[in-house]
């Protein structure tokens, strides 16, 4: 079984400051790893994902994450953020051996400030 | 423009009753699925079909029905059997195809129990 932990509930940081949102998993067998943005009362959108290669994966509004292994994080980082990018954030893991099930963990909300 | 449509955006359900939520996709996916999302805990899995006429329970899916007629379409049945179904539900569909299929959302529909 695999489960995601994302310790922050709430980050709050000042706009143009750098922030990073933390994200550890379990898992038994090797898992693809992603993380999404959800603004309020919308879906969900992709923000990033790693799937193999390269451990810093980049995505979409300046994020990038980096897959530990030895670890098991995934931590998702943002030198400068802005006040748009406030929204919850999610990281959720697949098993590489049936990616239909995604696994979420309990999101954190990035909070920017003027 | 392709994408994921859920109706409707918010919903009100007398205790009791049975309620159904629409999602529709023009992505030809093959694979839908329905997420709960409450707050704190991230989303979790209710059903999810891989093709025409047969679907799968997810982890919660005590309280739910579906059924898939048809390829662009996943309706879900929130039954009076279902003890808190106030929530945040998120359709999602994707391909299914070499070893990695990203799933995309709808706007999601809000139910809330008067």
């Known amino acids: 079984a695999q489960s995601v932990t994302q310790l922050d509930s709430q980050v709050p940081v000042f706009e143009e400051a750098p922030v990073e949102l933390r994200c550890n998993y379990s898992?038994?067998?090797?898992?693809?790893l992603f993380w999404y943005v959800q603004y309020p009362n919308q879906g969900l959108q992709l923000l990033l994902k790693?799937?193999?290669?390269?451990?810093l994966v980049k995505g979409i509004n300046g994020f990038e994450a980096e897959f530990n292994k030895s670890q098991t994080s995934f931590h998702l980082r943002k030198p400068s953020v802005h006040i748009s990018d406030t929204a919850e954030y999610f990281c959720a893991v697949t098993p590489v051996d049936s990616s239909y099930k995604l696994i979420f963990g309990s999101g954190t909300r990035l909070l920017v400030r003027p | 423009d392709g994408g994921i449509t859920q109706s409707p955006k918010y919903l009100f359900r007398k205790e009791g009753q049975n309620v159904t939520l629409s999602c529709e996709q023009n992505?030809?996916?093959?694979?839908m699925y329905w997420y709960r999302q409450d707050p704190g805990q991230g989303l979790r899995l209710i059903y999810y079909?891989?093709?025409?006429?047969?679907?799968q329970k997810g982890d919660i899916a005590e309280g739910y029905s579906v059924s898939r007629e048809k390829k662009e379409s996943f309706p879900l049945t929130v039954t009076s059997a279902q003890k808190n179904p106030t929530a945040f539900y998120l359709c999602a569909s994707s391909m299914i195809q070499g070893y990695y299929n990203e799933q995309f959302f709808g706007p999601g529909t809000r139910l809330t129990v008067l």
């Open positions: 790693y799937l193999s290669g390269s451990t």
């Open positions: 079909s891989q093709i025409v006429n047969d679907f």
């Open positions: 898992s038994s067998v090797s898992v693809y």
């Open positions: 992505l030809n996916h093959d694979a």
